[in-house]
């Protein structure tokens, strides 16, 4: 998150490789994690825009194994600005239109061979997301695999209920990896995340399998010709929704997980262990700061205005850098509420269940919502205010609360999501009562067979596709 240090450091090393320009162009799409305000936001994005063009007029050339080593990505954290990244993700995969083959394998004849694909360090999150998915999917309809690093495997064999499933553990080096899931012959691979590490983003430019697709692991489309799908749900899409991908858009009834419930440990901690007051209002925000958008500062500067015993609780992020700078902002942008916007050391994920169980009201951030910790909140049956954006991204916990039938708490405004956090938060038989109606309808969140049958016919959908498309 250091950007201007990280791009002195990278500008120094320059002379002591090979020239590229790929090199320039991992300098020049360093982004911020946390930005001072939305003026800034926008002028970063006309930067890298321009950029992204300058660089796709250069018709490069490159080895892919090249490409991979040097880790020329996407920035990951423009997912978090609010926008439609279509056009900058489709050119910015046209800069290395030149680099990787065309063709496809043939879809095999026989039983179905599907792989799961997920990277180093991403075995947590993939976990939460799918789990669920991957212990329940039918071993008679297909032969599952996951593809992961060497250093994920043990963790992934020691959670994963699923006797059937095999992995395919491969090594810290593109070129063996592709080899080792070229030589494998799936015939569908699922890519969990593609953009948050170089491996994920360039392996399905290899064109790996015949069907490749990828789902809200990936929040967003990735911009890649070789990727055939985006799995999603109605439940979080929009009806104009199929223009923000490249890829086709796949709309399952339900949700695209099966999860369990959070539950508490039989001696969790209350309130006071995290340092509140029983006399405050907690409104808490316990997401990732990227998500922290400067149109989110005002909303906050407005609770807190409106409530004198409210108190916005977030987490502090892995690096100390990104908490000084978002609270920088906070002070430059909000600064008579500012000093109630509290930051708590991170926690392990019983503390984190906790704290949520000690909140009056969970809010969720604009433009990128919360995922999974939507579902811990629901199985809490604590309420989530939330404002839909018009991307998938800012609209999962509206999925989530479409499907309970409970929307007491989604927002059609900044001014209607101020009113309601605020009515949850200092009117407690509100608060009850909306928590009574989450408690008795959430369950249709939680192990939810119907989604493993969606990607079922799903992942059967499209390999009867490809085949009929090669006898075509």
Known sequence: GLVEEAAAAYRRSLPLRPASPLYDLRIDILCPPVFPSAEALDEFHERLQAAIDRYYEMEIHADPTEIARIGCEPPFDVAYHGRDERR???????????????????????????????TRDHEGIFLRGMRGVVEHLDPKRFD???????????????????????????PDDFKTTVRMIREARFDLLYFWEVGSDPFNYFLPFMCLAPVQCLGWGTS?????????????????????????????LVRLATLPTYQYR???????????????????????????????HPDFDGVLGRILRHDPAGVVVVTKPEYEHMEASLQDRFQARIPDVSDRIIFLPRMPYADYLALTAAADVVLDPFHYGGGVTTYDALSLAKPIVTLPSQYQRGRYTLG???????????????????????????????????MEKIRARKDVLFEDIEAVREFERFFEHALDAARRSRLE
Do not use: M, W
């Open 88 to 118: 900058l993700r489709e050119r910015f995969a046209g800069i290395f239109r030149h680099c990787f083959p065309d063709g496809r394998p043939p879809v095999a004849d026989g039983f179905p061979r599907i792989a799961i694909v997920v």
């Open 144 to 170: 599952l695999s996951i593809v992961c690093a060497e250093s994920g495997e043990s963790r992934l064999r020691a959670e994963i209920g699923n006797p059937n499933v095999k992995y395919l553990p491969v």
């Open 220 to 248: 967003y489309t990735s911009g890649v010709p070789a990727i055939d799908y985006y799995i999603s749900s109605e439940l979080t899409e929009t009806p104009s929704a199929d223009s923000h991908y490249t890829e086709k």
């Open 262 to 292: 959070a539950e508490l440990t039989q001696s969790f901690k209350g309130r006071e262990a995290f340092g509140l007051a029983q006399h405050q209002h907690v409104y808490l925000c316990a997401q990732n700061l990227r998500k922290f």
């Open 400 to 434: 989530c609360y479409k499907k309970t039938g409970v929307t007491d708490c989604v927002a059609s405004s900044p001014d209607d999501y101020v009113q309601l956090a605020h009515q949850l938060g200092t009117d407690r038989d509100r608060r009850e009562a909306v």
